[in-house]
């Protein structure tokens, strides 16, 4: 592989909780569940790990509280090879995460509450701009503060640094984000969030991406679970399949995975397809497993399954 750039990657870390059963409880109803898990989550952090995990060379930057979650956060990004930028927040909370998972399908729902992380500001990104200026590549979402996430984006298309932008949980975007955007990820949801149009189909998909570059994308990469991913720029729209590496057990951190695989992908110097090939493997391999964070492979893996 090419000699690899940095990393950095902003972001939210929260311990995830997962309930599984066969239904979500109703309002005032109480069920009994099947299982529960504690462990490391937060898209940004998943990412992070993600990365990490494949032998990117990954900057973590975030708000932490100083709790029992906190010491989950920096054990797990010890044993990814993840360094992180945290600023210590003793008056707020680590964030955590209520995740229910639908016993016969995998599937998911999330409640999300950042604590210490939804007070990540535009002085915090300042205060790590030498940091995101060192990056090849940089990455977001959208769970720390939008006015955080825009001036970090701006930080790094003013280096001349390639960014990603994982347009997630799904929120309307202001029109400067756009331009500052190399990369977008939306999934189908978010998709149809800002474009107004629903994705059922890879041709929804192509349309929906024309309208994101419209808009000042400079690619759209769209996932679309079981059917993989759309990359689409202005002289080519790839579908790229699903990478399927056995029976799908829980699908939580697939957009992580996915995320955290693309940016340490295009770290390397892969071309845009290669990178969503890549991305789609590493997706294939954590949805076998259950949990976020700890459902990500390792280069090695991702490699074997890209060769068989």
């Known amino acids: 592989m090419p000699a690899q750039k940095p990393v950095v990657i902003l972001g939210v ?42 032998g990117a060379d990954v900057t973590f930057i975030t708000r932490l509280g100083r709790d029992p979650f906190a010491e989950m956060a920096r054990t797990t990004w010890s044993e990814a090879g ?41 002085a915090d990104i300042e205060a790590n701009a030498a940091l995101i200026r060192s ?19 701006e930080i790094a298309r003013e280096a001349g640094v390639t960014t990603i932008l994982n347009p997630a949980p799904a929120a309307p975007l202001p029109e400067r984000i756009y331009g500052l955007s190399d990369y977008l990820t939306p999934n189908e949801t978010e998709t149809a969030e800002l474009t107004g149009m629903k994705v059922e189909s890879v041709d929804d998909a192509r349309r929906a991406a024309d309208r994101l570059l419209s808009m000042g994308i400079g690619t759209a990469i769209i996932t679309l679970g079981e059917k993989g991913a759309l990359l ?59 949990g976020t964070a700890p459902s990500m492979p390792s280069l090695e893996e991702v490699e074997q399954l890209l060769r068989t």
Do not use: W
Request: hydrophobic share 45%; aromatic share 6%; charged share 15%.
């Open 13 to 54: 870390f929260v311990a995830d909780t997962a309930y599984r059963a066969a239904r979500p409880p109703r309002m005032g109803e109480t069920i009994l569940g099947s299982g529960f898990k504690l462990g490391p989550g937060g898209k940004g952090s998943n990412q992070a790990v993600a990365a990490g995990r494949l």
């Open 135 to 153: 990056a090849g590549v940089f990455v977001t979402q959208l769970e720390q503060p939008m006015e955080a996430a825009g001036r970090a984006l």
């Open 232 to 290: 689409h720029t202005k002289g080519l729209s790839e579908h790229v399949p699903a990478i399927a590496a056995g029976p799908v057990v829980e699908t939580t951190g697939a957009g992580d995975a996915f995320n955290g695989g693309l940016a340490a992908a295009l770290a390397r110097g892969f071309s845009p397809i290669e990178a969503v090939r890549f991305a789609c493997a590493v997706a294939g391999i954590s949805v076998t497993r259950p």
């Open 82 to 122: 993840v360094k992180s930028a945290v600023i210590e927040t003793p008056e707020s909370y680590t964030g955590a995460a209520y995740i229910f998972i639908e016993e016969s399908t995998g599937n998911n729902a999330i409640i999300v509450s950042p604590g210490a992380a939804s007070l990540i500001s535009p």
